[in-house]
């Protein structure tokens, strides 16, 4: 009895990883007219999943981090006409909220710590505002009376990761359907990539044409984009020479049903300051908040309980009301950290100054992934059609490969 296999999958476009990245790379190439197909044995349930979702360029700036501000503000700019292009399909609601955020500190140290922060932020021209307390908990009358700082940035909002997720997934599968391709059902591919294929098997600088599964069928795309994360540096066949240096950082994530008696716990993004520890509560459409801010590179994978006892201390001191909360859900995911916490984003260097085609990468993202989506989705694309900027030079993805001298590359 012999087994043949099938045919290969041919598409224009094989997107390795089905986080908010990845998809959000698939929906804007499909946009183009492009035919996709996205690679990923659970789309959604990685990091994405955990997401609290804030959209917080002003909010999220770090010191010795300010190469990311150029790139974290362009992308927020995009993400309104993002999810706007996502309506009409059957999963259209996004959650995006453009209510502010308001930044917290509760004691002397913390209220010095956000005033430093707010010094450096408003260095690059970026609105930051001031609030008495008794002004803050007019705006929010659940907060704490005894707080020691509040700043207002009105251009930090938020979105459900989760909700864009399913929404792209489902317009992904349905403009193909609408376009008549075939095989429209296999714009999701529920497996993993093992390998990269390349037109040269013995050269793995030559053009990249496709991806191997773990099942041993082959997709054959005109261009490839490794999107998975944690996963793009064990995929075989990366070009020679190339060092994707990621590193998994967890974080614990608390999901909480906030009852009728209390709602609106609270309108705006909420981050705060407690003792110098950070800590975020995130409202949702649904009635839910988000709670989180913890960082680990311990390798633990599970949710810790001391993380979670944090949480909920340290959000409680800004919101009282949270101990009354039903707790849902408890949820640790790793984000893919870089040596400069700055994204992998573009193409490789090959031989003699030129690049290997066929190929774009964009993992790395680290905390700043749903915040970056449109960009990396814009970039990406801008690279399919032959064009890139100069401006996003540095976050080149060999930029930790000096034999390959993407220096060189103009």
Do not use: K
């Amino acid at each position: 009895m012999s087994c043949t296999m099938p045919d290969p999958i041919t598409t224009d476009v094989a997107v390795i990883g089905g986080g908010i990245v990845g998809l959000g790379i698939a929906w804007e190439a499909q946009r183009t007219g492009r035919r996709v197909v996205v690679i990923d044995p659970a789309p959604g349930s990685g990091a994405t999943f955990a997401a609290a979702g804030m959209l917080a360029p002003v909010s999220e700036l770090h010191y010795q981090e300010e190469d990311l501000l150029e790139l974290t503000l362009a992308s927020a700019e995009r993400w309104p006409g993002f999810a706007a292009s996502l309506s009409g399909g059957s999963h259209a609601e996004t959650g995006l909220r453009s209510t502010p955020t308001l930044v917290l500190g509760a004691d002397a140290a913390d209220r010095q710590a956000l005033a430093d922060l707010c010094e450096a932020q408003q260095r690059h021209g970026l609105e930051t505002t001031r609030l008495g307390i008794r002004e803050a908990r007019a705006r929010e009358p659940m907060l704490a009376p005894h707080l020691a700082a509040a700043y207002l940035v009105p251009r930090d909002h938020q979105v459900d990761p989760r909700a864009v997720a399913a929404a792209i997934a489902a317009r992904l599968a349905e403009v193909a359907a609408a376009r008549g391709e075939p095989h429209p059902g296999r714009t999701l591919v529920h497996a993993s990539a093992v390998a990269l294929l390349h037109e040269d098997p013995d050269d793995t600088r030559s053009r990249v044409a496709g991806v191997l599964l773990e099942d041993g069928r082959e997709v054959r795309a005109g261009e490839t984009v490794l999107a998975n994360g944690l996963g793009a540096a064990d995929v075989a066949g990366l070009p020679e020479g190339l060092a994707l240096p990621l590193r998994p950082v967890y974080g614990d994530i608390l999901r909480l049903r906030v009852p009728e008696s209390l709602r609106p716990l609270t309108t705006a993004t909420l981050r705060g300051l407690v003792r110098g520890l950070p800590v975020y509560v995130v409202p949702r459409n649904d009635g839910t908040v988000v709670i989180g801010a913890t960082s680990r590179e311990d390798g633990a994978p599970g949710v810790s309980a001391g993380g979670v006892h944090q949480l909920l201390r340290d959000a409680q001191v800004l919101l009282p009301a949270v101990a009354e909360l039903e707790l849902l859900e408890t949820t640790a995911r790793a984000r893919p950290g870089t040596p400069d916490n700055a994204p992998l984003l573009g193409r490789v260097a090959g031989a003699a100054g030129t690049e290997v085609p066929g190929l774009v990468i964009a993992t790395g993202f680290f905390r700043h992934g749903v915040l970056l989506a449109p960009i990396a989705a814009h970039i990406t694309t801008e690279l399919l059609d032959g064009r890139s900027n100069p401006a996003w030079a540095h976050f080149r993805p060999d930029r930790f490969s000096p034999a390959l001298h993407p220096q060189e590359i103009s």
